[in-house]
């Protein structure tokens, strides 16, 4: 079964720092481009980041370039995204996605981080 | 990066059928044929409905339907069922090499 599973979430402070995971199985890992969105409370889909195959390529939304970092463990079938000064308006839920066609074709059920004092 | 245009929201009524539009901008929607459509009901992740304008991925109801005219993509929906409840969004890819979504459109089955 084709699954993604994210972790890390959680209360952290203005300023601060989480990382967050995003385990693959039940396909190519190594293979496919990942997608990180988020979505705040009551709001719609927001884009966040894109890696490609091999980690060799990256983007990033304005709303957050040079605060956060997409990675990849090929090896360990698994995607982060590490989130630092962190800002109220980061506050989310978290989706990673599986790049299919230019869309995301897997999703997880998200992961909740919350940012605030 | 601008989110893209959606209509806040659209109804029918059961067997009828809807539209949903997307506009964005020549650096986005206009330019490339990687549009995509998600359905997303209450609590739920999102799920991929078209992708490349108006492909469906296995499994999704023929019901559904994509195209793109100009900047302008469109979602359309026959035959509308009661389980069609949901947001639903648009999302393209752009020419920085990103991605950007609607604003989403809530969708309600009268």
């Known amino acids: 079964e084709v699954q993604l599973v994210e972790s890390g979430g959680g209360l952290a402070q203005p300023g601060g720092s989480l990382r967050l995971s995003c385990a693959a199985s039940g396909f190519t890992f190594s293979g496919s481009w990942m997608h990180w969105v988020r979505q705040a409370p009551g709001k719609g889909l927001v884009w966040v980041s894109w890696i490609n195959s091999d980690g060799s390529n990256t983007g990033y939304a304005d709303s957050v370039k040079g605060r956060f970092s997409i990675s990849r463990d090929n090896a360990k079938n698994t995607l982060y995204l590490q989130m630092n000064s962190l800002r109220a308006e980061d506050t989310a839920v978290y989706y990673c996605?599986?790049?299919?066609?230019?869309?995301?074709?897997?999703w997880g059920q998200g992961t909740t981080v919350t940012v605030s004092s | 990066q601008s989110a893209l245009t959606q209509p806040p929201s659209v109804s029918g009524s059961p067997g009828q059928s809807v539209t949903i539009s997307c506009t964005g901008t020549s650096s986005d929607v206009g330019s490339y044929n990687r549009v995509s459509w998600y359905q997303q009901p209450p609590g739920t992740a999102p799920k991929l409905m078209i992708y490349e304008v108006s492909n469906r991925p296995s499994g999704v109801p023929d019901r559904f339907s994509g195209s793109k005219s100009g900047n302008t993509a469109s979602l359309t929906i026959s035959g509308l069922q009661a389980e069609d409840e949901a947001d639903y969004y648009c999302?393209?890819?752009?020419?920085?090499?990103?991605?950007?979504f609607g604003g989403g459109t809530k969708l309600t089955v009268l």
């Open positions: 999302s393209s890819y752009t020419s920085t090499n990103t991605w950007v």
């Open positions: 996605g599986r790049d299919r066609y230019y869309g995301m074709a897997v």
